[in-house]
């Protein structure tokens, strides 16, 4: 089952009580979510993991970081460092950054 958006904004705060900036926003999320449970959501909602990922990206970025902050610029797509997202190295390659200006 997809996490709520309750759970993913729970996660966008704990982010941002560890890191201002905002760059790896969707990482830390993705990370938090995990493999696992983004598999059982693409299977149970008949789409790909792909599929999945990018809209779970497109839900953190273009919807939660747009309602919880005035300003979110959308930066360059990185590769997943497996030093710094070991969970993530497994099953993520990119992920787009992103900085936040104030909240709202």
């Known amino acids: 089952m997809k996490p709520t958006k309750e759970e993913i904004r729970r996660a966008i705060d704990s982010y941002f009580m560890q890191s201002l900036d905002g760059l790896d926003v969707t990482a830390f999320v993705l990370d938090r979510i995990g493999r696992d449970e983004m598999e059982r959501d693409a299977k149970t909602t008949h789409r790909s993991m792909e599929q999945a990922k990018q809209e779970m990206g497109k839900l953190i970025s273009q919807e939660l970081l747009r309602q919880m902050f005035w300003d979110v610029e959308v930066l ?29």
């Open 76 to 104: 360059d797509s990185v590769k997943v460092d497996p030093t710094i997202w070991p969970g993530l190295a497994g099953w993520v390659a990119t992920y787009t950054q992103h900085r936040v200006g104030r909240r709202r």
